[in-house]
């Protein structure tokens, strides 16, 4: 149940994370330290996002 949970919350996480660094990358696409930053946390929180989904969908909740 607990592992459930966690993979839920998880999944929800990484999804908000990649959805502001793509909204902060666009919205400050004009400073090129700013654009680094959000690109780099957009990234990971694919990454988790993608190992999550896969978790879920070769193991289950």
């Not at 994370?17 to 330290?33: F, S």
Request: charged letters at 10%; glycine letters at 12%.
């Amino acid at each position: 149940m607990s592992s459930a949970i966690f993979s839920i919350l998880g999944l929800l996480i990484s999804l908000a994370l990649t959805g502001a660094g793509l909204y902060y990358l666009i919205k400050e696409k004009h400073d090129q330290n700013s654009v680094k930053i959000y690109r780099t946390i957009a990234i990971i929180g694919a990454v988790i996002l993608i190992g999550i989904a896969a978790k879920i969908g070769f193991i289950g909740l």
